[in-house]
């Protein structure tokens, strides 16, 4: 009651209840901005975040050109470096097609170069073997005729043949002209045997000649590609120039496998066969020699003791 009564002198006052109101207005004023100040703090706190959750931004517009950033290849987009197989089989495999082709041609020449030096042995150490046994047989005889006789086969056999042939068709005729002409018949068949055994060296000589240069051209198309290839990769990197040259320089190599040794085949069968074209030559003198003393005994038969005299004294 005592604090009641106060405040009602207080109010009647003049101008001191107007006071107090206003000091009770400010104050409870100033407690609703302290308690919300807090609260629009909180608020305006998790905006950003609602501002990303929206999307991602748009991007930004450059002015600047786009050829002028390609610096590095994202990774994405960026492809993988692809080993290569530096094996003979896979340089062939991944080589241009024109060096493909230029190592086909010179592997099947060295087949072609292997393939005569089998044939050639073989052929060859027949060929020898026969002549031995037919020299050994004609040096054996007497005559002519029992060389006939003794030598059934081989080259001795048609050289025989041949000079008792000629000797026949001239019967009668002078000595000095059935020699000639069996000189001729023999000179053709010795002749015609030796070019048939040289038959297939032309192409070792060929092989070895321009082996090397086939391969050599297979080179440089393949150097020619790689080059094409690094102007249009614009890139000095010798893992990616590398394997194109090393299959360049693998028809260089199968160049010189083939053709060296072509020449080293051909120069042993050219040995070989002049070998057995001197044995044909021996051949053919023995059977001029039984020829000769065959037309003198037959011209002492015909002619007496003193026309051989005679003859053998010119």
């Known amino acids: 009651m005592t604090a009641t009564k106060d405040l009602q002198r207080s109010m009647s006052i003049p101008g001191l209840g107007w006071r107090l109101a206003r000091t009770v207005a400010a104050g409870i004023l100033l407690g609703a901005l302290a308690v919300s100040a807090p609260a ?19 991007p930004v517009t450059d002015s600047t050109p786009v050829a ?27 080589a241009d097609p024109v060096v493909q082709a230029v190592m086909i ?22 060929a020898k073997r026969g002549m031995r046994a037919n020299l050994k047989e004609i040096r054996a005889s007497a005559t002519l005729a029992e060389a006939g006789q003794r030598v059934r086969r081989g080259v ?6 041949e000079a008792e ?24 068949i010795e002749a015609m045997v030796s070019k048939r055994m040289a038959s297939g060296t032309g192409i070792l000589a060929t092989i070895g000649s321009i ?17 094409i290839g ?9 893992a990616v120039v590398a394997p194109g040259i090393a299959e360049a320089l693998l028809a260089t190599g199968i160049g010189l ?44 038969a015909t002619y007496g003791a003193k026309s051989g005299i005679r003859v053998a004294a010119e």
Do not use: C
């Not at 909180?42 to 931004?57: K, M, Y």
């Not at 041609?105 to 027949?126: D, E, F, N, P, Q």
């Not at 082996?211 to 080059?227: D, E, R």
């Open 40 to 58: 629009g703090a909180q608020e305006a706190q998790p905006a950003p975040p609602a501002a990303t959750a929206t999307g991602p931004a748009e």
């Open 156 to 161: 001795g056999a048609l050289l025989l043949v």
């Open 211 to 227: 082996g090397p240069f086939v391969g050599l051209f297979g080179t440089v198309w393949g150097i020619m590609g790689s080059f």
């Open 68 to 94: 002028a950033a390609p610096a590095e290849i994202p990774a994405a987009t960026r492809k993988p470096v692809v080993s290569h197989d530096l094996s003979p089989m896979g340089m062939f495999l991944n």
């Open 257 to 300: 496998v083939a053709a060296i040794p072509a020449v080293v085949i051909y120069n042993a069968l050219t040995r070989s066969i002049t070998g057995y074209r001197a044995m044909t030559g021996d051949a053919v003198a023995l059977i001029m020699r039984h020829l000769s003393r065959d037309l003198d005994r037959r011209e002492i």
């Open 165 to 188: 042939e000629e000797l026949t068709l001239s019967r009668g005729l002078p000595s000095d002209g059935v020699k000639e002409r069996a000189a001729i018949a023999l000179g053709r």
């Open 230 to 238: 690094i102007a249009n990769s614009n890139t000095t990197n010798l």
């Open 105 to 126: 041609v010179l592997a099947a020449a060295s087949v072609v170069t292997w393939t005569i030096l089998l044939g050639k042995i073989l052929s060859l150490a027949m």
